[in-house]
């Protein structure tokens, strides 16, 4: 099925706040139209998504960047197919893994439970010393 075709209409978002003021992104409505495919209520899918009505709404109406996992328990939910709620033009690429590996990881990662100020003094230098190398290769 092929939720592109369909037409939009802020009758299919249905929710709770003040009224739509624009128009939804290309996600909210492909699942909309897919959670209206089923015959389900935006409070249905929450439930068989296992989160909230408000999340749905959000998804719906304003996500321009929906996650992965979100987009995969979605689609696995409404029974249509990832590149279906994101659209044909967008190819999914498998995750793999990038950045720092081994002992720089593990710094890494003990660095990000530090304050924010101590954070931001351990970037600079490591800015510094990354600019520096680059400038003596050239």
Known sequence: MNFRTQPYTSGIMIGTG??????????????????????WSQTELADRLDTTLKM??????????????FVRQAARVLGVSMAELLGEEVQIKRARKTGPTGKVHKIFEEVSKLPRRQQEKIVEVVSALVSQYAQSRQ
């Open 18 to 39: 003040r009224p739509q003021t624009k128009d939804a992104p290309a996600f909210g409505k492909r699942l909309a139209a897919a959670r209206i495919a089923k015959g």
């Open 56 to 69: 749905i709404d959000y998804y719906e109406r304003r996500a321009n960047n929906p996650s992965v996992e």
